[in-house]
């Protein structure tokens, strides 16, 4: 089980692994500093689609191994916004003006 995983993985789950190249001089100056670039990068990708909607909140959760408020941290260093929009909310709050019985 993964550090902050609530849950372990399904045995029977299929894992997709992605690479990708980069320049040399790129991969010396990111690996001299310490960081996980594998780790970086699959946060990232993941990142990126939660912002373009193409998985959820929960799904990226999963995926990262993380709670929701761990989460949250992480979309919030990305400056993605987890939460529902003003726009959003105002017509979620008139929707439910409209569908109150009077």
């Known amino acids: 089980m993964q550090e902050g995983r609530e849950k372990p993985l399904d045995e029977e789950e299929q894992l997709m692994n992605i690479s990708f190249e980069i320049p040399g001089e790129i991969e010396q100056e990111l ?9 970086e990068a699959r946060e990232a990708f993941l990142v990126e689609l939660y912002r373009q909607d193409r998985i959820t909140h929960h799904q990226l959760a999963e995926a990262l191994g993380l709670s929701r408020l761990e989460t ?9 916004s987890s939460g529902v929009t003003a726009e959003e909310m105002r017509a979620q ?10």
């Not at 949250?72 to 993605?80: N, P, S």
Request: without cysteine; hydrophobic residues 35%; charged residues 30%.
């Open 31 to 39: 690996g001299g500093n310490g960081a996980d670039i594998s780790s």
């Open 72 to 80: 949250d941290g992480v979309l919030k260093r990305h400056k993605v």
């Open 93 to 102: 709050a008139a929707a439910l003006r409209d569908a109150r019985p009077e």
